[in-house]
């Protein structure tokens, strides 16, 4: 006979605040850093300094970021519909990596610019540039705080996060740089600065081009080895072969596992089935699942399975035999 198709539901990623809360830290940040933005832009004209144009630069990504990431949320919280049957939970995924493209964008724009500065270095009002920058670093911590309350386990909240937390670095430089200026006269330190923060936002761009790119992908989450996770399927009671295993997370915090499994002639095919479906949740955290369950000799074989077949290491045809989950 065949055993069926398990269907274990729940999305495994429970948020340490509400959706709500989220949003509600997210628009706070945005309304400091819209009013911030504003007025370094000007300031940042008066004292030529590029180190503050720069941050004012960041800061209006940032404010895009945020903006974007609170669009986001409400698009993914609506219920799958039509031929969305996941809803439209990626669209925090595709705002993660957009954000992170714009860090990488900006990080080359600054370098060339920071570069030809260097060469041709222009007067900077220093202390106007440190000033400027305490009160940056004072409104970019709040906003950082703001962020880190929400859950950053959503790559779209990291996104944002990761943009406000660079503009926070961003800041620290050009008052470093702006200091440097006041008191030596040393006009390069602006260009140096925004030089550094080009550096970072390049690192912070990567990890979430990288982290985005691999849900997209629909690699396995990160630090889930498949072929470990396959061995300890197959290595429980009755079961004899898994196959067309796959893994993968629909948004971030949110695994999937839909994987085809044989058992002995005589085995419980759906004692096996929630056997499995409980160790995948107490183990990995994976509660949305789809297991076909078949018996070995049932015609029930695939012609091609992809990926490895994942059997038992030492084998031992009768070591379940009394063992109420295969049905004996």
Not at 55 to 63: I, N, Q
Not at 97 to 110: D, H, P, R
Not at 291 to 304: G, I, N, R, Y
Not at 305 to 313: C, E, L
């Amino acid at each position: 006979m065949s055993g069926g198709h398990g269907h274990g539901h729940g999305h495994g990623h429970g948020h340490a605040v509400s959706p709500n809360a989220d949003r509600r830290y997210l628009a706070a940040a945005l309304a400091l850093i819209l009013a911030f933005m504003t007025g370094e832009v000007v300031i940042g004209l008066v004292a030529r300094s590029l180190a503050l144009i720069s941050d004012a630069a960041h800061m209006m990504t940032d404010a895009f970021a945020i903006a974007l990431a609170l669009i986001a949320m409400r698009i993914a919280a609506r219920p799958p519909r039509g031929g969305y049957t996941y809803g439209l939970r990626r669209t925090e995924i595709l705002s993660a990596q957009l954000n992170g493209l714009t860090l990488i964008l900006l990080a080359a724009f600054f370098v060339y610019e920071g570069v030809e500065r260097l060469i041709h270095p222009p007067e900077v009002a220093g202390q106007l540039v440190f000033f400027t920058s305490l009160a940056g670093i004072a409104v970019n911590v709040a906003a950082t705080w703001l962020i880190s309350r929400a859950d950053r386990r959503s790559l779209n909240v990291e996104g944002a996060f990761q943009h406000i937390l660079n503009d926070l670095y961003a800041f620290i430089s050009t008052a470093v740089a702006g200091l440097v200026v006041w008191t030596t006269g040393f006009a390069r330190a602006d260009a140096i600065a925004s030089l550094v923060v080009a550096g970072l936002m390049l690192k912070a761009g990567y990890g979430l081009l990288r982290d985005a790119g691999r849900v997209l992908m629909e690699a396995a989450p990160a630090g889930l080895d498949p072929s470990e996770l396959g061995a300890r399927l197959a290595e429980r009671p009755c079961v004899e072969e898994v196959h067309d295993l796959h893994v993968w997370e629909v948004s971030s915090g949110y695994p999937a596992l839909s994987a085809h499994v044989l058992v002995e002639p005589k085995g419980d095919c759906h004692a096996v089935r929630r056997d499995l479906q409980e160790l995948l949740r107490s183990s990995y955290g994976i509660t949305h699942t789809t297991l076909e369950v078949d018996h070995l000799d049932d015609d029930f074989h695939c012609e091609d399975p992809h990926g490895p077949r994942h059997v038992p290491v030492n084998p031992e045809p009768h070591e379940h035999a009394g063992d109420s989950r295969c049905g004996h």
